[in-house]
């Protein structure tokens, strides 16, 4: 029996495990966490004081057989094919790195006493609720909000922050007396012109300003003032800054298989490490060109699964992201490695596919809806939608 080795017990390493036969398979999956969270529901504890119920023990996640260490991995030694934690090393025949990513205030001056003074919607509950606070205690000013480097989990979710802060302000009956700022290091809102071209109009109706090539450089807490590399500034009142997302503190031999921002370097249609045929990085922590969302690592498990049972198969880079737009409506960027991002309208329907993915996400981990999830990504396979915009009639 083959020994696979799973470091990291998010979406998805446990879809990954939850995916093939511990029969076949001696499964183990290490993680200095116990419990496994729901982070998309970090948005709705920030902006709607949503409860924070969001966490499940990771181990009861897992089908039977699958066993689970409960211990921080500092080690990753592909050449001598060795997992080392704080307390033990561990031998594998096949790793799968699965260790997500992390936000990273550090390497910003004056982000770190932004960030603990006012939260983030990124890093963890206690950010998301502090950032609650400091919203229901603004009464009026100016509120920058944006990501302070080009890479952050789920791409939407700078966006989506910025549409749910405006509903808020709005109900809040404080527009007249509030400027809404979204900084971007991109040359557009949204990254993806075909998205950009719906998300556009929205924000132009509701008042919020868009920054542009806007690339943090530093924060002066003292002086309220964003300061960008190219030379801008924004004064603000209320500051929300998605912190720079970084890979998992834990050390690699060889260093190589890492890039700049410790993200693992990866075939983007395998997923393997090249040099390295029975190692495996997915979802966040690689550093692949698609988006680092929980969708993306479900699919890339899929994948690695297929391959681990040898069948012939590939990530083709699809992304299916939701995307909150205020006011009940909700839309999803959805694309590959060969066709573009679709121009996809918000409607309340894809507004309630996007919550009730917190109803059925722990069922979801165990693989109860992969018969619905195939279906769902079959019709919805990006050159079918594009296919059907570019034929779909002016209203």
Same mark, same amino acid.
């Given at each position: 029996?083959?020994?696979?080795?799973?470091?990291?017990?998010?979406?998805?390493?446990?879809?990954?495990?939850?995916?093939?036969?511990?029969?076949?398979?001696?499964? !183990?999956?290490?993680?200095?966490?116990?419990?496994?969270?729901?982070?998309?529901?970090?948005?709705?504890?920030?902006?709607?004081?949503?409860?924070?119920?969001?966490?499940?023990?990771?181990?009861?996640?897992?089908?039977?057989?699958?066993?689970?260490?409960?211990?921080?991995?500092?080690?990753?030694?592909?050449?001598?094919?060795?997992?080392?934690?704080?307390?033990?090393?561990? &031998?594998?025949?096949?790793?799968?790195?699965?260790?997500?990513?992390?936000?990273?205030?550090?390497?910003?001056?004056?982000?770190?006493?932004?960030?603990?003074?006012?939260?983030?919607?990124?890093?963890?509950? =206690?950010?998301?609720? *502090?950032?609650?606070?400091?919203?229901?205690?603004?009464?009026?000013? !100016?509120?920058?909000?944006?990501?302070?480097?080009?890479?952050?989990?789920?791409?939407?979710?700078?966006?989506?922050?910025?549409?749910? $802060?405006?509903?808020?302000?709005? *109900?809040? *009956?404080? %527009?007249?007396?509030?400027?809404?700022?979204?900084?971007?290091?991109?040359?557009?809102?949204?990254?993806? =012109?075909?998205?950009?071209?719906?998300?556009?109009?929205?924000?132009?109706?509701?008042?919020?300003?868009?920054?542009?090539?806007?690339?943090?450089?530093?924060?002066?807490?003292?002086?309220?003032?964003?300061?960008?590399?190219?030379?801008?500034?924004?004064?603000?009142?209320?500051?929300?800054?998605?912190?720079?997302?970084?890979? +998992?503190?834990?050390?690699?031999? @060889?260093?190589?298989?890492?890039?700049?921002?410790?993200?693992?370097?990866?075939?983007?249609?395998?997923?393997?490490?090249?040099?390295?045929?029975?190692?495996?990085?997915?979802?966040?922590?690689?550093?692949?060109?698609?988006?680092?969302?929980?969708?993306?690592?479900?699919?890339?498990?899929?994948?690695?699964?297929?391959?681990?049972?040898? $069948?012939?198969?590939?990530?083709?880079?699809?992304?299916?992201? @939701?995307?909150?737009?205020?006011?009940? %409506?909700?839309?999803? $960027?959805?694309?590959?490695?060969?066709?573009?991002?679709?121009?996809?309208?918000?409607?309340?329907?894809?507004?309630?596919?996007?919550?009730?993915?917190?109803?059925?996400?722990?069922?979801?981990?165990?693989?109860?809806?992969?018969?619905?999830?195939?279906?769902?990504?079959?019709? !919805?396979?990006?050159?079918?939608? &594009?296919?059907?915009?570019?034929? +779909? %009639?002016?209203?």
């Amino acid at each position: 029996m083959e020994k696979l080795l799973i470091v990291g017990g998010g979406a998805g390493g446990i879809i990954l495990a939850n995916s093939l036969d511990a029969k076949k398979f001696d499964i !183990t999956i290490i993680d200095k966490s116990t419990v496994n969270v729901f982070q998309p529901a970090l948005l709705y504890i920030a902006f709607k004081g949503a409860k924070p119920n969001i966490m499940k023990s990771t181990s009861k996640l897992l089908k039977r057989g699958i066993k689970f260490i409960n211990e921080e991995v500092k080690k990753i030694d592909l050449d001598a094919r060795q997992v080392i934690t704080v307390k033990n090393s561990y &031998n594998y025949n096949k790793l799968v790195i699965a260790t997500g990513s992390i936000t990273d205030t550090s390497s910003i001056k004056g982000l770190p006493e932004v960030n603990a003074k006012f939260g983030d919607y990124h890093t963890n509950i =206690e950010n998301a609720q *502090k950032l609650w606070v400091n919203l229901n205690n603004f009464n009026g000013g !100016t509120i920058a909000l944006g990501q302070s480097s080009p890479t952050c989990k789920c791409p939407p979710s700078p966006l989506e922050g910025v549409f749910l $802060v405006e509903e808020f302000i709005k *109900k809040k *009956k404080l %527009k007249d007396k509030t400027k809404i700022i979204f900084f971007t290091p991109y040359p557009r809102a949204y990254p993806a =012109e075909p998205m950009d071209e719906v998300v556009e109009p929205l924000i132009k109706a509701r008042g919020i300003a868009v920054n542009t090539f806007f690339d943090v450089d530093y924060i002066d807490p003292e002086k309220k003032v964003i300061h960008s590399i190219e030379g801008d500034s924004i004064q603000y009142d209320l500051p929300i800054i998605i912190p720079p997302c970084v890979g +998992a503190n834990i050390s690699y031999n @060889p260093a190589t298989v890492l890039d700049s921002d410790r993200y693992i370097k990866v075939d983007k249609y395998t997923m393997q490490i090249p040099g390295y045929e029975d190692v495996f990085a997915i979802g966040d922590a690689t550093a692949i060109p698609t988006a680092k969302s929980g969708v993306t690592a479900h699919l890339q498990a899929k994948i690695v699964a297929k391959i681990l049972n040898n $069948v012939n198969a590939k990530f083709n880079g699809r992304t299916n992201c @939701p995307f909150d737009m205020g006011y009940g %409506k909700a839309s999803f $960027v959805i694309g590959s490695y060969t066709d573009p991002v679709v121009k996809y309208p918000p409607s309340r329907i894809k507004h309630f596919m996007k919550i009730m993915m917190e109803k059925i996400y722990w069922q979801s981990l165990k693989g109860t809806f992969d018969p619905i999830f195939d279906f769902y990504f079959s019709r !919805t396979d990006p050159a079918k939608l &594009n296919k059907h915009s570019k034929n +779909a %009639k002016p209203v």
